[in-house]
């Protein structure tokens, strides 16, 4: 059975820093690409960022470029997301998601994801 379990959320002031933890289990880690998608109440699901299988490529949103750092420990099953700089447009859902790769490429379009963790809370308010 496979999941993905997100962590780190939670209230943060407007300028401070999170990080996201998103352990995955039941899966061959290195063969997935991973990414971070969130979505606000009452907006679609966002993309914020992807990672490839082996680390070698990333991808940001234009929204978070400079603030936010993917990576990833493929011994740990285990991708992260480092937020700096957070802004209450910031605030959201974020979610874990896999998706199976056979080449080192990453994606940005949620349909090309396997599996979704359960969502971890951010809110970012003085």
């Known amino acids: 059975q496979v999941q993905l379990l997100e962590s780190g959320g939670g209230l943060v002031q407007p300028g401070g820093s999170l990080r996201l933890s998103c352990a995955a289990s039941?899966?061959?880690?290195?063969?997935?690409?991973m990414g971070w998608f969130r979505q606000a109440p009452g907006k679609e699901r966002q993309f914020v960022v992807a990672?490839?299988?082996?680390?070698?490529?990333?991808y940001y949103a234009d929204s978070v470029k400079g603030r936010f750092t993917i990576s990833r420990d493929n011994a740990k099953n285990t991708v992260y997301l480092h937020m700096n700089s957070l802004k209450p447009e910031d605030t959201a859902v974020y979610y874990c998601?896999?998706?199976?790769?056979?080449?080192?490429?990453?994606?940005?379009?949620?349909?090309?994801?396997?599996?979704w963790g359960q969502g971890t809370q951010v809110t970012v308010s003085s």
């Open positions: 990672i490839s299988r082996s680390g070698d490529i990333t």
């Open positions: 039941g899966l061959p880690f290195s063969r997935y690409y």
């Open positions: 998601a896999a998706g199976y790769s056979g080449l080192s490429y990453i994606r940005t379009n949620y349909q090309e994801y396997d599996y």
